[in-house]
Each structure stands twice: as C-alpha cells, then as structure tokens.
T-cell receptor, first 108, second 114 residues
Framework: KNEVEQSPQNLTAQEGEFITINCSYSVGISALHWLQQHPGGGIVSLFM???GKKKHGRLIATINIQEKHSSLHITASHPRDSAVYIC??????????FGTGTRLQVFP | DTEVTQTPKHLVMGMTNKKSLKCEQH?????MYWYKQKAKKPPELMFVYSYEKLSINESVPSRFSPECPNSSLLNLHLHALQPEDSALYLC?????????????FGPGTRLTVT
C-alpha cells in the first residue's frame, strides 16, 4: 500500500465546476506539497502546507494533520486547469513521497 | 530568477553510448535532486545533493552517475543504459537544510534508449 494515496485517479469536469482532489497519508509528515504537471512534463509547485489552509487565485489547499488528509480545490474550473495533480509528502528534510496523481480534464 | 533549466530537452541514445544530462539553477538553492518518471506514474527519487555532497542515493544502478560540480550545476552521466531506462528525467532544487522548502522542478529531459 502506497504511503500517500490520492483520489480520484481520473476526474472530468465541465468548465465552471468546483473540483476537489483528495490526498491521504498513512505516516507522520512535516509538510505536504501539491504539484501540477501538464502534458509535456514540467512540474509546478502549487502549495506547500503543514497546517490549515492556503489560497492562490482559484486554488485552495487544506490539510488536517490529525486526520492525515489534505484536499486541493479548484473553483470555477477552466480547460487550462487540465493537468495531473500530485500530492507529495515530506517524510524527512530532503525526500518527498509522491501520491499516484489525479488526471483532471476540464471540458468547455 | 525562479527557473531550473535542463538540457537537452530530448535525447535518443544507444545502449553503448555515453551521454550526460545537465541541470542548472541560479536561485542559491543548496539541495538538488534527480527524479525519473515513467509514463502515467509519479516521479521516483534517484539522487539528492545537499551542499554539493551526495546525501541520498535511492539504490540507483551504477550506469547512472550523478555529479555536482558546484552549487548551481547538477549533471547525470549515463552509460550502458537499457531500453527500460527510457523515461522523463526531472531535476529539482530547493533551499535545503534542516527545514521543509518547496522544490522547483525543471522541464525535464525525455530520454529514449534504443
């Protein structure tokens, strides 16, 4: 069993819909990242959080340390949000444990 | 400048070739990483350099040889690769040290071994 699990694996949405991607982890962590990867490869770091909630534009990330759970929300989704979203947990200073990713497609 | 650059973007090599991948950052980061990513899978950590010293080697075969000539540069030397080594190779950097920092990723080198 992977230490970091994501759901759903695949997600399709219509433009404008509110989207939630979930991440749960089975061990203690110090911080959690949400990453975005577009077709073609490049990975962009969206958030790093260790408690509470962060917001950037239409993206919101929350984490509940006690429940070992984090969510990424996208409000007013747009076709350009289509990408793979990956959560990754800091288990120690230099190492990330990656979730399996959620492939999101937003249709016009 | 918050960019990590990688060259080349694409590389095709035979199993007897020797080639190198290059990664560069000018953000003053002291930790640099090599990841391997197969299609539709998350990245897998290969190596971490911290303050120009190799700190993590995830049991990577010796046909992959990392090098960190200075704090801005990271190389990955490739020799006698196998077709199953074909993948996207990603470099990343972070501030490093005893805290948790964002990792900044390069665009990757797509490697094909024939």
């Amino acid at each position: 069993k992977n230490e970091v699990e994501q759901s759903p694996q695949n997600l399709t949405a219509q433009e404008g819909e509110f989207i939630t991607i979930n991440c749960s982890y089975s061990v203690g962590i110090s911080a959690l990242h949400w990453l975005q990867q577009h077709p073609g490869g490049g990975i962009v770091s969206l958030f790093m959080l260790s408690s509470g909630k962060k917001k950037h534009g239409r993206l919101i990330a929350t984490i509940n340390i006690q429940e070992k759970h984090s969510s990424l929300h996208i409000t007013a989704s747009h076709p350009r949000d289509s990408a793979v979203y990956i959560c990754a947990a800091h288990m120690d200073t230099d190492k990330l444990i990656f979730g399996t990713g959620t492939r999101l497609q937003v249709f016009p | 400048d918050t960019e990590v650059t990688q060259t080349p973007k694409h590389l095709v090599m035979g199993m007897t070739n020797k080639k190198s991948l290059k990664c560069e950052q000018h953000m003053g980061h002291r930790a640099m990483y090599w990841y391997k990513q197969k299609a539709k899978k998350p990245p897998e950590l290969m190596f971490v350099y911290s303050y120009e010293k190799l700190s993590i080697n995830e049991s990577v075969p010796s046909r992959f040889s990392p090098e960190c000539p200075n704090s801005s540069l990271l190389n990955l030397h490739l020799h006698a690769l196998q077709p199953e080594d074909s993948a996207l190779y990603l470099c990343a950097s972070s501030q490093g040290g005893q805290a948790y920092y964002e990792q900044y990723f390069g665009p990757g080198t797509r490697l094909t071994v024939t």
